[in-house]
């Protein structure tokens, strides 16, 4: 099967990419740099500008599935410039992808895109379902609505719609894990305020198999991209020093300090969201790395 992938060079976009090739598919890219263009028999990049609406048409040739992967990166600081990347970078790039279709013959059956469970509400107290519909008032969570409105416009073309809600993404090349690392090897690491707030996160294998599951099984719908054991930021920093064998004896960091160091992206520090991954689990997806444990030995030794 033929596959096109936006954000394909990405962290989450490379293990997807290696897995497919991995399983036997053509994987097609769309790239908005043209040094990141390579073209082998079953590895092939085509140019694509959302903010010109430019797009190579022979991205599209026997592609069955795309999967869209593509977004600024939300890890930035957010002045008012690129709080609009965040958003456009997202919303233009699946109007694009849906106009292209609409007025394009092919052979795509599959539409399956990454959202993000920052759409969930703050608290400490409740769990997510795919079936909750509050939407959290922050910045990411209207970024997230404003992305899935636009995912659901495939519907119109009688395409299954797909749409995975990723977690915290744990991974040794990059990623929130490795930025949480480094002041606890060096030994000044402390959780974020209270540090009960609920962090729901994924080892980045599981996460790319869990793509993998949702095209190879034709699932409609939205899927919580979580691992099953949600843990508090207390629990996972205490559990990075005790992988990395550091001690942790700083007071907890005042969310006051942050907010002073980061502006209004401190919310993605602080934000409690306890997500379930249960419909996965309905559908026998098996987690390699449910385990926080296990999946920090993974990624940290």
């Known amino acids: 099967m033929t596959i096109l992938v936006t954000g394909a060079t990405g962290l989450v976009g490379q293990e997807l990419v290696g897995l497919l090739l991995q399983n036997g598919h053509t994987v097609h890219y769309l790239s908005t740099s043209k040094d990141k263009l390579v073209y082998n028999s079953n590895y092939k990049g085509f140019y694509w500008n959302p903010k010109t609406a430019e797009i190579d048409l022979n991205s599209f040739t026997d592609v069955e599935v795309i ?44 539409f399956v895109s990454a959202s993000a469970i920052g759409i969930y509400p703050d608290s400490l107290t409740n769990i997510y379902h795919e079936t909750d519909t509050d ?10 609505k404003q992305w899935e409105n636009e995912v659901n416009q495939f519907e119109k073309l009688e395409l299954i719609v797909s749409k995975i809600r990723i977690g915290i993404v744990l991974a040794k090349n990059g990623g929130a894990l490795q930025e949480m690392a480094k002041p606890i090897k060096y030994g000044v690491g402390a959780a974020f305020g209270s540090g009960n707030q609920y962090q729901s996160w994924i080892h980045i294998h599981d996460l790319a198999a869990i793509f993998y599951h949702v095209i190879e099984h034709k ?25 990395l064998d550091r001690p942790l004896f ?22 409690s969201q306890n997500v379930s991954c249960r419909k996965l689990l309905d ?3 098996q987690f390699k790395f449910a385990a926080l444990d296990k999946a920090l030995v993974d990624l940290l030794k």
Do not use: C
């Open 219 to 243: 699932l409609p719908g939205i899927y919580n991209g979580v691992s099953p054991y949600t843990v508090t930021n207390l629990e996972l920093t205490r559990a990075i020093a005790k992988t």
């Open 250 to 271: 700083l007071p907890n960091i005042p969310q006051f300090m942050m907010k002073l160091l980061l502006g209004e992206m401190h919310h993605i520090l602080f934000s």
């Open 67 to 110: 999967v869209h992967l593509a977004g600024a990166n939300v890890a930035q600081k957010w002045t008012t410039s690129y709080k609009e990347e965040i958003i456009q970078s997202r919303v233009l790039s699946t109007k694009l992808l849906f106009q292209t279709l609409q007025k394009t013959p092919n052979n795509v059956k599959q």
């Open 283 to 285: 559908q026998n997806f």
């Open 135 to 144: 939407i959290d008032v922050s910045f990411l969570g209207n970024v997230v």
